[in-house]
């Protein structure tokens, strides 16, 4: 499988990861990208992320036949539309979004009839930091992948997005849209507006500066998680506002439960409640 042009739009950490990956897999043969911010896409160019920047998202998908998709979900709309003149009919793209439905939503409105080029993605990568600087070849190696593709999806184009990021080392995955968004609401949208929350809830405080200097190693995760950029998580948490607020109002029940054994006095109870924790926590660590 060899690509002669990869479209990529959005030349960020997630993006030039792939248009790197993809190169030294020697899947594609030459790289047009294009950023709304032109310092980014030029840097992916002297970076060698790319070989050629372009000055429209439209002007990257032109000549492509693989175009990857790395900007906000709030963004996907536009993006497409931008760039649906140039859609053909084997043409293969894709998004590395976090919610599904909603950019689903997006692409039908946006490619109308070419709507079956689209595979919607999300792999599961990332890191704390952003930019095409912090751009890694080995990003998505070992990490789970998730197709979302619809009824209309090209069939074509679904088995090139699973051999694409197959022979980039990734565990492919397909599930829908609704189940993508529902699970990943409760394993990752909550824990992130959960951070938020108690990060604002402690430097509120008084004495919040001094907590925060005495927290241990423990502490870390949490805090790396709080400090996620703000934009890029006020759209996922907007698009999948329906399956984060279930989530929000199962932790409260869960919450709740704890704080009545603790208000009560309840030691064997509240221990009860630890130990269901600890034993979920110890069988996930362990499948």
């Known amino acids: 499988m060899m690509f002669e042009q990869l479209g990529l739009i959005g030349c960020g950490l997630m993006g030039g990861s792939f248009a790197m990956a993809l190169k030294n897999a020697g899947l594609v043969k030459r790289v047009v990208g294009y950023s709304r911010s032109t310092a980014s896409s030029t840097q992916a160019l002297s970076l060698g992320v790319i070989d050629e920047q372009a000055e429209t998202a439209e002007h990257a998908a032109a000549g492509s036949d693989l175009v990857l998709l790395a900007v906000p979900v709030a963004s996907t709309e536009s993006t497409l539309r931008a760039i649906q003149p140039q859609v053909t009919s084997d043409m293969l793209i894709m998004d590395v979004g976090s919610t599904k439905q909603d950019v689903i ?97 402690l ?21 790396r998680i709080a400090a996620s950029e703000p934009s890029m998580w006020r759209d996922i948490l907007i698009a999948n506002r329906d399956d984060v607020l279930q989530q929000s109002r199962l932790f409260r029940q869960a919450l709740e439960a704890l704080e009545i054994c603790i208000s009560a006095g309840d030691g064997d109870a509240l221990k009860n409640l630890i130990s269901d924790a600890s034993r979920t926590r110890a069988q996930w660590t362990l499948s």
């Open 203 to 223: 430097v509120q405080q008084s004495q919040g500066d001094r907590y925060l200097s005495l927290a241990g190693t423990g502490f870390r995760d949490f805090s």
């Open 105 to 201: 939503q997006a692409a039908r409105r946006a490619l109308g009839a070419s709507f079956g080029a689209f595979v919607p993605v999300h792999p599961i990568a990332g890191k704390e930091v952003s930019g095409v600087d912090n751009a890694d070849p080995l990003l998505y190696k070992g990490r789970p992948v998730i197709l979302t593709p619809e009824a209309e999806t090209g069939a074509a184009q679904v088995q090139q997005a699973k051999a694409l990021w197959t022979a980039l080392g990734c565990k492919v995955a397909r599930m829908s849209a609704a189940d993508h968004d529902a699970a990943f609401a409760a394993v990752s949208h909550l824990p992130h507006l959960l951070a938020f929350a108690y990060m604002n809830a």
